[in-house]
């Protein structure tokens, strides 16, 4: 295999960077290929490889890597020959090991294809190609709106706006799209046009956008909420620059003066398991960050490195949505007793999984281990209690996370104060602020 990474996070990202398409660094010279020339690239690549081959490659994987050595109360041999002769296509290849793949049960361990894998990659390496702008299906009219776009990208040059609906892409309806489909039409090689039709306070508003090179931000709020209260907002843990993107954000908040910092992890969905760790250990004095238990019961502790870059009060936020490296985060700084933890119960998600490239660009990810917190606490399929539960209801985006209100006309901050959790964490790390002065001045 070309490389391994160990992720840690559910099935899928929690938002699309439409028209994002991968520029790994192997395949930069792809990116400037028509759409006839990439295919014709995959399909000499498929050519060469057989699928008899890959499907044993797959099996064998799964026979030393998968963390449930009873494979689901199954004999793992049995799949081993059973499509002997029967594979002539790799598409066959692929459904077999789709099959084989289901029988264990695990919602984790699944067969991605080519684009799938490329998306997962080209997150891991920060480096897209698209027009830059976050979508998501509008609750109510269940059409394909824009959530944000990102700054200083193609999308925001061309004066795309959040809650802009987009009705056509490349001449085509998006009615009754998902998602995804309206993201893999927004696709394509850098320095090629995409032409939408966007749905703006009644009117229609045509745009042909250039695609380019996107950066992905992991860190994507470094603000303070007053004078004594830090806040970073850290999006997901994928991006390989997670963690200089989070030193970054500490040193700027130090430079701000902050006595305390809030680190919002919600509706973070996770991402690299050596992010969790490099970003807990930036918090961490002493102590294990997490531990891993293979398939023979071996547990494997990570332990704090003990040279954090912050040392004042800290406040962690959690909801439903704060997933795996998430999770690892939250529970190692609270388990250490560094953090208080505000918001909602996380995700629960308490595996890991390791990322394999099979010969044709297609992947496997594998769940090779589970996780447990520094209070040997197995949070799967439970999550974590924060110290100070804030439940918001879910209809209501206007009190929710700052981000997630996309009504026409109103742009939110977390500085506007009607995000109930992010006033709720404030108000936490104001009284351990006061606290932690307290003490200051008794030792003096």
């Known amino acids: 295999m070309w490389w391994k990474q160990f992720l840690v996070m559910p099935v899928a990202l929690s938002f699309l960077l439409g028209g994002s398409s991968p520029q790994a660094s192997k395949d930069d ?10 295919l014709a690239h995959r399909l000499v690549l498929r050519s060469e ?5 890959l499907y044993k490659r797959v099996w064998n994987l799964i026979k030393d890597e998968y963390y449930d050595s009873k494979y689901n109360n199954q004999s793992w041999d049995r799949w081993e020959h059973r499509y002997d002769g029967k594979l002539r296509t790799l598409e066959d290849a692929h459904k077999a090991v789709e099959t084989m793949v289901a029988s264990l049960g695990d919602r984790y361990t699944r067969f991605l294809d080519h684009d799938a894998f490329d998306d997962e990659k080209s997150q891991i390496d920060a480096k897209l190609c698209g027009i830059g702008v976050q979508i998501g299906l509008d609750k109510s009219s269940k059409r394909v709106i824009v959530i944000t776009p990102i700054e200083d990208t193609p999308a925001s040059d061309a004066g795309v706006q959040p809650s802009d609906e987009i009705l056509e892409i490349n001449g085509k309806s998006t009615k009754g799209f998902t998602v995804e489909a309206a993201a893999k039409l927004i696709r394509g090689p850098v320095n090629t046009p995409v032409h939408l039709v966007l749905g703006r306070a009644g009117a229609r508003v045509k745009k042909d956008i250039v695609r380019r090179e996107i950066p992905i931000k992991a860190v994507q709020s470094v603000k303070m909420i007053d004078s004594d209260v830090g806040y970073v907002r850290l999006s997901s843990f994928i991006s390989q620059k997670a963690n200089l993107e989070m030193q970054t954000a500490i040193d700027k908040i130090d430079k701000m003066k902050a006595k305390g910092l809030i680190l919002d992890l919600r509706d973070n969905p996770g991402g690299l398991l050596s992010n969790a760790i490099e970003i807990s250990n930036m918090f961490l004095e002493s102590g294990n960050v997490v531990s891993t238990v293979d398939r023979d019961g071996y547990k494997t502790p990570a332990m704090c490195e003990g040279h954090p870059l912050w040392r004042k009060p800290l406040v962690v936020l959690i909801n439903k949505n704060s997933a795996s490296a998430s999770e690892i985060t ?19 998600k308490g595996l890991v999984q390791g990322i394999n490239r099979l010969e044709d660009g297609s992947g496997i990810n594998i769940t090779i281990a589970q996780y447990l917190t520094p209070a040997d606490t197995n949070i799967h399929k439970k999550g974590i209690k924060p110290d100070v539960v804030v439940e918001v209801k879910s209809e209501d985006d206007s009190q929710g996370p700052w981000w997630n209100e996309h009504t026409p006309g109103v742009l939110r901050s977390p500085l506007d104060g009607k995000d109930l959790q992010l006033k709720s964490a404030a108000e936490v790390l104001h009284k351990k602020i006061e606290e932690a002065e307290k003490l200051a001045s008794e030792v003096h």
């Open 330 to 348: 939250a529970g190692a700084l609270h388990d250490n007793g560094r953090a208080t933890l505000v918001g909602q119960n996380s995700f629960g």
């Open 29 to 38: 010279c792809l990116a400037s290929l028509s759409d006839k020339d990439l």
């Open 49 to 53: 490889v057989n699928p008899q081959s």
